[in-house]
C-alpha cells in the first residue's frame, strides 16, 4: 500500500501544470513568484527544481512564451505568459476537471449525493 506522501505526489503531479497556467492566465509572473505562490498552498508546495524544468517543459510544448523584464530590485526578470494553444490546454483541462472530480468524489464517497 502507497504511504501518505506518495499519494500526495501522484496526485499533485498530473494537475501542476495546468495550476502554472492558471496562475499566468490573467496576469504574466515570474519563475520565483510561481515558485512561491505554490509555496503557499499546503498541498501543491514544489520546490524550484521541479518548476523551472516544468516552465521550460510548458514553453517547449508551446502552452508558455516568456520574455526577459527588468526588475526594479535586482537583476532582470523572465516572466511567463499564457499562448493562445496554452490557454485552449487550460480550458479543455477544466472541463475535464470538473467530471473527473466529480466521478472520483462520488466512487469514494466525498461527493454529498
Known sequence: MADVA?????????????????????????????????????????SEG????L???????GWLDSKWSESPSGPPRRYYALTDTGRSALEHFRSEWVSFRQTVDRLVGTGGA
Open 50 to 53: 521541479t518548476i523551472y524544468p
Open 55 to 61: 516552465l521550460s517543459r510548458l514553453r517547449r510544448v
Open 6 to 46: 506518495q499519494l500526495s505526489t501522484s496526485l499533485r503531479r498530473g494537475t501542476l501544470e495546468f495550476c502554472v497556467l492558471a496562475m499566468v492566465e490573467h496576469e504574466d509572473r515570474y519563475g520565483t513568484e510561481i515558485v512561491r505562490r505554490f509555496g503557499e498552498e499546503r498541498n501543491l508546495a514544489a
